[in-house]
């Protein structure tokens, strides 16, 4: 029985919203953009939050997968928690947007990673990127701004002449590399690790060129201090590692927890 | 006429041809195999957004909106003059094979590429992912398989099963495989494939799955015989598969339009075709779970999505 | 319950997802992923490797497609014919054409293998040649023709000897509903065209092809014959009389992997001067029926192996009245039948290296002769026979590997065993290789033998004054070897070189006779070598659908030291297709034909060679893309041209051809 509250509550939800949109935003909501993934199984990140979610407050997750719509809500709304990238912040930030992080999320203890640029070993600098492909995953400017990181002042000029491929996730850049779809991969140094358990011929064959500066996680943020309700939003989150269904949920953000920023 | 004569008309044919140095737009003509289809059109989605993003202009044909499309299609080409033509399913690349041998193509969402008729002037990229990235993945996924069998029409994979099968070889699987013409035949076969194996391969054969029924037939038999099934799409998630890999469609569209780009700007080898570049990895917990499959613990934060039981 | 409401909630949060987030993968569903599979099923690319690519076989092959044809306005598929390299076409005295090829030609084109479908129309057992019913074949609807010239027995067997013409229909795929088409055109020539396909959802295909064809020829002056000049009553001086007429009925029926095909002609014609050099009136009437049926299904044992059976039957038959003198007929006929098998296995060893063999029998025979003369057609008497019944048995067997050690290398090499119940056996290999040896540009070379078998009459005319038969004859034999360049140098562009030397020993041919003034006899050699040049540009762009191309031969055939007569050292043709729109076209084609000598002791000076000038203008898609309507000149400038006449009717002088000639012509599809 215990379980029945929570479904009769999404139920209702339906029967009564009709359009549930229009009524949802009165309802405190992790709003989630990503910049740095390709995240297109929104539908199932969605649906394993909200199971999880009516059991720990009755809150709501809601991807985007357009920056402007992402942003759109900041700008409209106040008091819920946005989950977006640390270079997504700082441009927000740079925008006057009054953002401020509350949680960073961890890998494996870490709360930072770098980008690594790598190409098969034959490619020996950034000048030999020229009319290639590089395969990322992310969003468009957000890859172009971690290679133009990567490539420095100096090889700037490069960035007009080389074609970003977006794939969905890390793995697929390296391997696009390995299986001749492109020349070069950036991904998160992790993503290096994993081609080196699936298929060690061909990390064998990788090389690093270049490495972003580091930065963290997956950031949890808040448009002011946190009040008493995005507090409990907060905590919720900070917690979710703690269950096997919250763990669940943080891996498809690519995170396994939280840790509080002082 | 003495052949001295006829040589200097080939000369004044070569000077023409030279002189004549063609303008070549930018544009690109789009063809559709069918609007309808989800796939295609994602694919066209992407490749446009893309197509935009880098000022490039284009040109759509929907082979479904027309009774005549052979005629209408090479009247579009005459009038537009396209750098290249995106043919996205296999109808829209035989068509415009035939109408338009001259121009350079590029195909997506084509069914084993391999068996296409392809010239000098086609590029693509592949429907299906490298088998080589599959088999080095279901390898590290589930290193205690060892045999695995898989269904297809000679008509629609032969190719892609041959490269398979060499693939599979250098990831120490073996791969048994059975065609077959009709999927009335499925039930029979599998009857007799099933215990040869330790997981049912499902690859993207049309004549395999021909209908919800063959689907349906396959997921059946492996349940009654305890074979776990792999499958090339997530769609089969639901059905039962305990794991799927699925080529990213969106990034097919995306890819293309690098290609097309590239292509355009002559920086591309001529005959290039390019493993899609994007995968999703769907497990089905739910399934691993029933069939007390050995999954390397490991490789759970590659998987993109895991369904369990109750979903 | 719970689960139940699961289920449902877990809808319900999909479908509120969608309004944020786009499609997402999850919701290319079955039902998406299994119509995207159906639309992938509609097309199947290709039936067999087997199926080269033109510029990878080792043949010399030339395409002509449906497109080309319509270009062309031909109305026939000699039209077709006389713009391929190699191949000219020549008028006869008794009506039919001679298709020369490579610098060798025959009153019936007995050395041409000429196919419908892959199926070789060589029924006429009497004479060989399958050009007294193929010459003026309507071209409506023939989808592609293929035209590979050199020996091609040890494939095809019998009588491929220095060309296989391969006329392919329109299938149930191409037709795909109704189409129809009409021509009407100078010499009061009119066509008429109705074809039908469907597919049907079960696997099952049908195709049927109607044609009706009529034409009063092109009544060429001919100023005396043998009686006139002796001062007898003579139709002379006159006209030729080549009336034609023909109905062709076509079936292709499929059902999974059996397919029933055939075709039916009745043919009638007058004769373009008639027999024993006597000009005939209107009562000189040819009557040929024939058909073929075709039973053929594909087996597939693996993967890698199929094999394909055919069973067939062929029959073919005449029954003509010739006008020998102005009050005297005579009547031939005979019946011809060939009923057969044949089993192909193709083994695909591996994707660089495919196997076919296979084994054919046919037993071929010939009765129900005709044989009447009389001074009125109508009450003709018996006659002595001039042929005879015959049967003969034969079988064959065939290897062929074609294999690419190299991706840029394709090496082909084969040979074929038949062996005849009459004549006894006879062995034909075949090898070559292409290679691609810079990007673009390949190098051909290819060696082979064919051979052609006596025909019944060649083997068993008799009670004939003038020509008997010879039962001891043997078949006859050219061994080819080619070898050529093909490029592409720039795009749109394909440029092709090729020399060839055949040697043809054992000639059938007439020689002087015992109890007649000529016996067929295996006699004497034919040297016959010659370059081919051939070029074709496709415009692109704004030009799409232009192009202009051209080709040269140079031959030179001899046999006893001596030049063959009626055969020109050159030939040329250049052809332009200007695309104006996308609805308009003009083709424009210039044939430009070399002198051609006389025979050893014919003293008439050379027939002169000439330039013609064909012009026509398609308009396609029109009306709601279902019309097609084109309109063609023949010889626009009306130049007086002959074809050579032979010795024996010097009096004559040579066959005048046609002048100016205008064929219209209006398709439409349903």
């Not at chain 2, 059905?239 to 969106?250: F, H, R, T």
């Given at each position: 029985?215990?379980?029945?509250?929570?479904?009769?509550?999404?139920?209702?939800?339906?029967?009564?919203?009709?359009?549930?949109?229009?009524?949802?935003?009165?309802?405190?909501?992790?709003?989630?953009?990503?910049?740095?993934?390709?995240?297109?199984?929104?539908?199932?990140?969605?649906?394993?939050?909200?199971?999880?979610?009516?059991?720990h407050?009755?809150?709501?997750?809601?991807?985007?997968?357009?920056?402007?719509?992402?942003?759109?809500?900041?700008?409209?709304?106040?008091?819920?928690?946005?989950?977006?990238?640390?270079?997504h912040?700082?441009?927000l930030?740079?925008k006057?947007?009054?953002?401020?992080i509350?949680l960073?999320?961890?890998?494996k203890?870490?709360t930072?990673?770098?980008?690594v640029?790598?190409a098969?070993?034959?490619?020996?600098?950034?000048?030999?990127?020229?009319?290639t492909?590089?395969?990322?995953?992310?969003?468009?400017?957000?890859v172009?701004?971690?290679?133009?990181?990567?490539?420095?002042?100096?090889?700037?000029?490069?960035?007009?002449?080389?074609?970003?491929l977006?794939v969905?996730?890390?793995?697929?850049?390296?391997m696009?590399?390995?299986?001749?779809?492109?020349?070069?991969?950036?991904?998160a140094?992790?993503?290096?690790?994993?081609?080196?358990?699936?298929?060690?011929?061909?990390?064998?064959?990788?090389?690093?060129?270049?490495?972003?500066?580091?930065?963290?996680?997956?950031?949890?943020?808040?448009?002011?201090?946190?009040?008493?309700?995005?507090?409990?939003?907060?905590?919720?989150?900070?917690?979710?590692?703690e269950?096997?269904?919250?763990?669940?949920?943080?891996?498809?953000l690519?995170?396994?927890?939280?840790?509080?920023?002082? | 006429m003495?052949?001295?004569?006829?040589?200097?008309v080939f000369?004044?044919?070569?000077?023409?041809?030279?002189?004549?140095?063609?303008?070549?737009?930018?544009?690109?003509l789009?063809?559709?195999?069918?609007?309808?289809?989800?796939?295609?059109?994602?694919?066209?989605?992407?490749?446009k957004?893309?197509?935009?993003?880098?000022a490039?202009?284009?040109?759509?044909f929907?082979?479904?909106?027309?009774?005549?499309?052979?005629?209408?299609?090479?009247?579009?080409?005459?009038?537009?003059?396209?750098?290249?033509?995106?043919?996205?399913?296999?109808?829209?690349y035989?068509?415009?094979?035939?109408?338009?041998?001259?121009?350079?193509?590029?195909?997506?969402?084509?069914?084993?590429?391999?068996?296409?008729?392809?010239?000098?002037?086609?590029?693509?990229i592949?429907n299906?992912?490298?088998?080589a990235?599959?088999?080095?993945?279901?390898?590290?996924?589930?290193?205690?398989?060892?045999?695995?069998?898989?269904?297809?029409?000679?008509?629609?994979?032969?190719?892609y099963?041959?490269?398979?099968?060499?693939?599979?070889?250098?990831?120490?699987?073996?791969?048994?495989?059975?065609?077959?013409?009709?999927?009335?035949?499925?039930?029979?076969?599998?009857?007799?494939?099933?215990p040869?194996?330790?997981?049912?391969?499902?690859?993207?054969?049309?004549?395999?799955?021909?209908?919800?029924?063959?689907?349906r037939?396959?997921?059946?038999?492996?349940?009654?015989?305890?074979?776990?099934?792999?499958?090339?799409?997530?769609?089969?998630?639901?059905?039962?598969a305990?794991?799927?890999?699925?080529a990213?469609?969106?990034?097919?569209?995306?890819q293309?339009?690098?290609?097309?780009?590239?292509v355009?700007?002559?920086?591309?080898?001529?005959?290039?075709?390019?493993?899609?570049?994007?995968s999703?990895?769907?497990?089905?917990?739910?399934?691993?779970?029933?069939?007390?499959?050995?999954?390397?613990?490991?490789?759970?934060?590659?998987v993109?999505?895991?369904?369990?039981?109750?979903? | 319950?719970i689960?139940?409401?699961?289920?449902?909630?877990?809808?319900v949060?999909?479908?509120?997802?969608?309004?944020?987030?786009d499609?997402?993968?999850?919701?290319?569903?079955?039902e998406?992923?299994?119509?995207?599979?159906?639309?992938?099923?509609?097309?199947?690319?290709?039936?067999?490797?087997?199926?080269?690519?033109?510029d990878?076989?080792?043949?010399?092959?030339?395409?002509?497609?449906?497109?080309?044809?319509?270009?062309?306005?031909a109305?026939n598929?000699?039209?077709?014919?006389?713009?391929?390299?190699g191949?000219?076409?020549?008028q006869?005295?008794?009506?039919?054409?001679?298709?020369?090829?490579?610098?060798?030609?025959?009153?019936?084109?007995?050395?041409?293998?000429?196919?419908?479908?892959?199926?070789?129309?060589?029924?006429?057992?009497?004479?060989?040649?399958?050009?007294?019913?193929?010459?003026?074949?309507?071209?409506?609807t023939?989808?592609?023709?293929?035209?590979?010239?050199?020996?091609?027995?040890?494939?095809?067997?019998?009588?491929?000897?220095?060309?296989v013409?391969?006329?392919?229909?329109?299938?149930a795929?191409?037709?795909?509903?109704?189409?129809?088409?009409?021509?009407?055109g100078?010499?009061?020539?009119?066509?008429?065209?109705?074809?039908?396909?469907k597919?049907?959802?079960?696997?099952?295909?049908?195709a049927?092809?109607?044609n009706?064809?009529?034409?009063?020829?092109?009544?060429?002056?001919?100023?005396?014959?043998?009686?006139?000049?002796?001062?007898?009553?003579?139709?002379?001086?006159g006209?030729?009389q080549?009336?034609?007429?023909?109905?062709?009925?076509?079936?292709?029926?499929g059902?999974q992997?059996?397919?029933?095909?055939?075709?039916?002609?009745?043919k009638?014609?007058?004769?373009?001067?008639?027999?024993?050099a006597?000009l005939?009136?209107?009562?000189?009437?040819?009557?040929?029926?024939?058909?073929?049926?075709?039973l053929?299904r594909?087996?597939?044992?693996?993967?890698?192996?199929?094999?394909?059976?055919?069973?067939f039957?062929d029959?073919?038959?005449?029954?003509?009245?010739?006008?020998?003198?102005?009050?005297?007929?005579i009547?031939?006929?005979?019946?011809?039948?060939?009923?057969?098998?044949?089993?192909q296995?193709?083994?695909?060893?591996s994707?660089?290296q495919?196997?076919?063999?296979?084994?054919?029998?046919?037993?071929?025979?010939?009765?129900?002769?005709?044989?009447?003369?009389?001074?009125?057609?109508?009450?003709?008497?018996?006659v002595?026979?001039s042929?005879?019944?015959?049967?003969?048995?034969?079988?064959?067997?065939y290897?062929?590997?074609?294999?690419?050690?190299?991706?840029?290398?394709?090496?082909?090499?084969?040979?074929r065993?038949?062996?005849?119940?009459?004549?006894?056996?006879?062995?034909?290999?075949?090898?070559?290789f292409?290679?691609?040896?810079?990007?673009?540009?390949?190098?051909?070379?290819?060696?082979?033998?064919?051979?052609?078998?006596?025909?019944?009459?060649?083997?068993?005319?008799?009670?004939?004054?003038?020509?008997?038969?010879?039962p001891?004859?043997?078949?006859?034999?050219?061994?080819?070897?080619?070898?050529?360049?093909?490029?592409?140098?720039?795009?749109?562009?394909?440029?092709?070189?090729?020399?060839y030397?055949?040697?043809?020993?054992?000639?059938?041919?007439p020689?002087?006779?015992?109890?007649?003034?000529?016996?067929?006899?295996?006699?004497?050699?034919?040297?016959?070598?010659?370059?081919?040049?051939?070029?074709?540009?496709?415009?692109?762009?704004?030009?799409?659908?232009?192009?202009?191309?051209?080709?040269?031969?140079?031959?030179?055939?001899?046999?006893?030291g001596?030049?063959?007569?009626?055969?020109?050292r050159q030939r040329?043709?250049?052809t332009?297709?200007?695309?104006?729109?996308?609805?308009?076209?003009?083709?424009?084609?210039v044939?430009?034909?070399?002198?051609?000598?006389?025979?050893?002791?014919?003293?008439?000076?050379?027939?002169?060679?000439?330039?013609?000038?064909?012009?026509?203008?398609?308009?396609?898609?029109?009306?709601?893309?279902?019309?097609?309507?084109?309109?063609?000149?023949?010889?626009?400038?009306d130049k007086?041209?002959?074809?050579?006449?032979?010795?024996?009717?010097?009096?004559?002088?040579?066959?005048?051809?046609?002048?100016?000639?205008f064929?219209?012509?209006?398709?439409?599809?349903?």
């Amino acid at each position: 029985m215990k379980r029945n509250w929570p479904i009769f509550f999404i139920f209702s939800v339906f029967i009564a919203g009709g359009d549930w949109s229009a009524h949802s935003d009165v309802r405190p909501t992790y709003y989630f953009y990503n910049t740095e993934t390709n995240i297109n199984n929104f539908a199932s990140l969605k649906m394993g939050f909200d199971i999880y979610l009516v059991n720990h407050g009755g809150y709501f997750l809601q991807p985007f997968d357009l920056r402007e719509n992402f942003e759109a809500v900041i700008h409209e709304k106040k008091g819920d928690i946005y989950l977006l990238s640390s270079w997504h912040l700082k441009e927000l930030q740079r925008k006057k947007v009054p953002l401020e992080i509350a949680l960073v999320g961890t890998s494996k203890g870490n709360t930072t990673q770098r980008k690594v640029l790598s190409a098969k070993k034959d490619i020996v600098n950034f000048a030999m990127l020229k009319n290639t492909v590089v395969a990322a995953a992310g969003s468009d400017e957000y890859v172009h701004s971690v290679l133009k990181q990567i490539l420095g002042k100096e090889q700037e000029a490069l960035l007009k002449d080389i074609k970003i491929l977006i794939v969905p996730k890390d793995i697929d850049a390296v391997m696009a590399v390995g299986f001749g779809m492109a020349t070069a991969a950036i991904s998160a140094e992790s993503g290096l690790d994993k081609l080196a358990m699936m298929n060690p011929n061909q990390f064998k064959e990788l090389h690093s060129l270049g490495f972003s500066e580091k930065d963290y996680l997956l950031i949890a943020a808040t448009l002011k201090k946190p009040d008493q309700q995005e507090t409990q939003l907060l905590e919720v989150l900070r917690k979710m590692s703690e269950e096997e269904a919250g763990e669940a949920n943080l891996k498809m953000l690519g995170i396994d927890g939280w840790r509080a920023v002082q | 006429m003495k052949p001295i004569n006829f040589y200097n008309v080939f000369i004044l044919l070569a000077v023409f041809f030279a002189g004549t140095g063609f303008a070549q737009s930018n544009k690109i003509l789009i063809v559709n195999s069918e609007k309808t289809v989800f796939r295609y059109e994602k694919i066209a989605t992407e490749f446009k957004k893309v197509l935009q993003q880098n000022a490039y202009s284009w040109t759509e044909f929907n082979l479904d909106d027309h009774a005549n499309a052979d005629a209408d299609l090479k009247q579009l080409v005459q009038q537009e003059n396209p750098a290249l033509i995106y043919c996205i399913g296999t109808q829209a690349y035989s068509l415009a094979r035939n109408v338009a041998p001259n121009k350079k193509l590029l195909f997506s969402a084509a069914i084993n590429w391999r068996r296409l008729d392809v010239g000098v002037g086609t590029y693509g990229i592949a429907n299906e992912l490298s088998s080589a990235q599959e088999m080095s993945l279901l390898h590290y996924f589930f290193p205690t398989i060892k045999t695995i069998g898989l269904l297809y029409s000679d008509k629609f994979s032969r190719e892609y099963v041959e490269t398979i099968k060499k693939d599979a070889l250098n990831s120490g699987i073996n791969i048994i495989n059975k065609s077959i013409n009709d999927a009335q035949e499925i039930s029979e076969v599998l009857n007799d494939l099933l215990p040869q194996i330790d997981m049912f391969w499902i690859i993207s054969d049309p004549v395999v799955l021909s209908n919800k029924e063959s689907v349906r037939q396959i997921f059946q038999a492996a349940q009654q015989q305890n074979k776990p099934v792999y499958a090339y799409s997530d769609v089969y998630i639901e059905q039962g598969a305990v794991l799927a890999i699925s080529a990213d469609i969106a990034t097919i569209g995306r890819q293309s339009a690098g290609l097309a780009m590239m292509v355009d700007q002559g920086k591309v080898p001529a005959g290039t075709v390019q493993s899609p570049a994007g995968s999703t990895v769907t497990l089905n917990k739910c399934a691993l779970d029933a069939l007390k499959l050995q999954f390397n613990q490991d490789a759970l934060d590659s998987v993109n999505k895991i369904v369990g039981c109750e979903q | 319950m719970i689960k139940y409401l699961s289920t449902l909630l877990v809808g319900v949060l999909l479908l509120n997802s969608s309004v944020y987030a786009d499609e997402s993968a999850e919701h290319d569903s079955l039902e998406k992923e299994l119509a995207y599979l159906a639309a992938e099923r509609k097309v199947v690319v290709t039936a067999s490797k087997i199926e080269e690519h033109v510029d990878k076989t080792i043949a010399t092959t030339t395409v002509i497609t449906q497109d080309d044809i319509a270009h062309i306005g031909a109305r026939n598929l000699l039209d077709v014919l006389r713009l391929v390299p190699g191949i000219g076409i020549t008028q006869t005295q008794i009506g039919v054409r001679e298709i020369e090829v490579r610098g060798v030609k025959t009153l019936l084109s007995e050395k041409v293998q000429i196919m419908l479908n892959g199926h070789p129309l060589d029924h006429n057992l009497q004479n060989a040649g399958s050009t007294l019913l193929y010459d003026d074949l309507p071209v409506d609807t023939i989808k592609r023709v293929e035209v590979v010239r050199g020996p091609g027995s040890a494939l095809y067997g019998a009588n491929a000897f220095l060309a296989v013409i391969n006329i392919i229909t329109q299938s149930a795929k191409d037709l795909n509903g109704v189409q129809t088409s009409a021509g009407w055109g100078s010499f009061d020539t009119q066509q008429y065209r109705a074809s039908w396909g469907k597919q049907f959802k079960n696997s099952a295909e049908a195709a049927l092809h109607f044609n009706f064809t009529d034409t009063n020829g092109i009544n060429s002056p001919i100023p005396a014959d043998s009686r006139s000049v002796q001062g007898l009553s003579s139709n002379a001086p006159g006209k030729s009389q080549l009336t034609e007429g023909r109905y062709d009925l076509e079936w292709q029926l499929g059902y999974q992997d059996f397919k029933l095909d055939g075709r039916y002609i009745n043919k009638k014609a007058g004769t373009f001067f008639g027999t024993a050099a006597v000009l005939s009136d209107s009562r000189t009437q040819q009557d040929y029926n024939d058909y073929f049926l075709r039973l053929s299904r594909a087996w597939k044992i693996k993967d890698n192996f199929t094999v394909d059976t055919q069973l067939f039957h062929d029959f073919f038959s005449y029954d003509n009245i010739w006008q020998i003198a102005p009050a005297q007929f005579i009547r031939n006929g005979v019946q011809d039948t060939r009923t057969g098998g044949e089993i192909q296995a193709n083994y695909h060893i591996s994707d660089a290296q495919t196997l076919i063999s296979g084994f054919s029998y046919a037993k071929e025979q010939q009765g129900h002769l005709i044989d009447q003369a009389g001074s009125d057609p109508a009450h003709l008497t018996q006659v002595l026979p001039s042929t005879e019944a015959r049967t003969r048995n034969r079988w064959g067997v065939y290897i062929e590997d074609v294999w690419d050690p190299l991706k840029n290398l394709r090496m082909t090499v084969g040979a074929r065993y038949d062996r005849y119940s009459d004549f006894g056996g006879t062995f034909n290999p075949r090898m070559g290789f292409n290679w691609e040896f810079i990007k673009n540009y390949s190098l051909k070379f290819s060696y082979g033998s064919a051979y052609r078998a006596p025909a019944f009459g060649e083997l068993g005319s008799a009670n004939n004054l003038v020509l008997l038969g010879n039962p001891a004859l043997q078949p006859e034999v050219v061994k080819t070897f080619e070898s050529g360049i093909i490029a592409h140098p720039i795009k749109g562009l394909t440029a092709q070189t090729t020399y060839y030397h055949s040697s043809i020993n054992q000639l059938i041919s007439p020689v002087a006779g015992q109890s007649a003034v000529f016996q067929y006899a295996n006699n004497g050699s034919v040297i016959a070598e010659g370059v081919e040049l051939e070029a074709r540009y496709d415009f692109d762009g704004k030009l799409q659908g232009s192009y202009i191309s051209a080709n040269h031969v140079l031959q030179h055939s001899v046999q006893l030291g001596q030049q063959l007569a009626d055969v020109p050292r050159q030939r040329t043709n250049f052809t332009a297709n200007w695309a104006f729109d996308n609805t308009w076209s003009s083709f424009a084609h210039v044939l430009i034909k070399g002198n051609t000598s006389r025979n050893l002791g014919d003293v008439r000076n050379d027939v002169p060679g000439y330039a013609l000038f064909d012009l026509g203008l398609l308009g396609k898609n029109m009306f709601g893309k279902q019309v097609d309507i084109s309109f063609n000149v023949y010889n626009l400038l009306d130049k007086r041209y002959y074809d050579p006449a032979p010795a024996s009717l010097n009096f004559i002088g040579d066959y005048q051809m046609s002048g100016r000639a205008f064929f219209g012509h209006v398709s439409l599809k349903f």
